[in-house]
């Protein structure tokens, strides 16, 4: 068959289970290792037998539901590849606002150290390692799947000789030398309430992992206990920075406040909806 014919069988089965037909597109993109420039101006040319089967394989996969970013086994996130693969959550752009502003805080601070809990795919461990070339970053998660992959990510973006990666629950397993000396502790935590996980799209509720998603009874849980812990380990005036739910920056910066964090600012994502906060850490007693 031709690129053509190929892509019309695709997006018909896409089309018939209510897919994005865009999809099929990136999927022959993939499998050519070839542009979609390339592939719209050599629409006639035949596709090896091999790659259409592999192709309309995962074409069938897209259909029944599975993420185009599993099925591809990476995503790029804040113009960065990333290897991402099931047990991680998948890097989004909202969270690449958490990134920047991140950036914002660390722009003047000279070798800084960051903490970022819940690392999942290392999306933002690497993406902040990679863009401030002076820092070092501890990589934190309770679970080991998202650790290999963070390790592989780093390897992939050349940043593993300033990425620490490290099992803990939270902070509870980092080391001691680190207390006091942290200029930023950034998590995407999970935040959706467990009652809502249930009306959650199909894609992410069936293949990304509940551990990354459930917040708790009221999607705070995550908020609260980093919020305390992180006193522990920050300079005065270090940072804190999560990314929220569009609905939780009241409940969020109520928490911080309550820790005695000052200067709490949030920050709207590209839909002009609350999606990061930032705090400072005034008082290291």
């Keep these: 068959m031709t690129y053509f014919e190929v892509l019309n069988i695709a997006k018909d089965i896409l089309k018939n289970n209510n897919k994005p037909i865009q999809d099929a597109e990136i999927i022959l993109s993939y499998i050519l290792k070839k542009d979609r420039t390339y592939i719209h101006c050599h629409l006639n040319d035949k596709i090896d037998e091999t790659l259409e089967k592999s192709f309309l394989n995962m074409i069938k996969e897209r259909a029944l539901g599975r993420p185009l970013q599993y099925i591809l086994s990476e995503w790029e996130f804040y113009g960065l590849k990333f290897i991402v693969k099931e047990g991680v959550l998948i890097p989004r752009p909202d969270t690449e606002v958490l990134v920047e502003k991140c950036?914002?805080?660390?722009?003047?601070?000279?070798?800084?150290?960051?903490?970022?809990?819940?690392?999942?795919?290392?999306?933002?461990?690497?993406?902040?390692?990679?863009?401030?070339?002076?820092?070092?970053?501890?990589?934190?998660?309770?679970?080991?799947?998202?650790?290999?992959?963070?390790?592989?990510?780093?390897?992939?973006?050349?940043?593993?000789?300033?990425?620490?990666?490290?099992?803990?629950?939270?902070?509870?397993?980092?080391?001691?030398?680190?207390?006091?000396?942290?200029?930023?502790?950034?998590?995407?935590?999970?935040?959706?309430?467990?009652?809502?996980?249930?009306?959650?799209?199909?894609?992410?509720?069936?293949?990304?992992?509940?551990?990354?998603?459930?917040?708790?009874?009221?999607?705070?849980?995550?908020?609260?206990?980093?919020?305390?812990?992180?006193?522990?380990?920050?300079?005065?005036?270090?940072?804190?920075?999560?990314?929220?739910?569009?609905?939780?920056?009241?409940?969020?910066?109520k928490i911080l406040e309550g820790e005695g964090y000052k200067d709490v600012e949030i920050f709207k994502d590209l839909a002009g909806l609350d999606r990061v906060i930032i705090a400072k850490y005034v008082d290291n007693l």
């Design 103 to 253: 950036l914002e805080i660390l722009k003047n601070i000279k070798s800084p150290k960051i903490i970022d809990i819940g690392c999942g795919s290392g999306a933002i461990s690497i993406a902040i390692a990679y863009n401030k070339k002076d820092s070092t970053v501890y990589a934190l998660d309770i679970d080991s799947t998202p650790l290999e992959i963070t390790r592989l990510n780093a390897e992939k973006n050349n940043v593993q000789d300033r990425v620490y990666i490290k099992k803990s629950d939270l902070l509870k397993n980092l080391d001691d030398d680190l207390k006091g000396r942290v200029d930023l502790i950034v998590s995407n935590p999970p935040y959706i309430k467990e009652e809502e996980i249930k009306d959650l799209m199909d894609e992410v509720k069936n293949f990304e992992p509940k551990l990354a998603l459930s917040g708790g009874e009221d999607g705070l849980y995550f908020f609260r206990e980093i919020s305390k812990e992180a006193k522990e380990y920050l300079k005065k005036d270090g940072y804190i920075a999560f990314e929220i739910g569009y609905n939780q920056g009241k409940d969020v910066k």
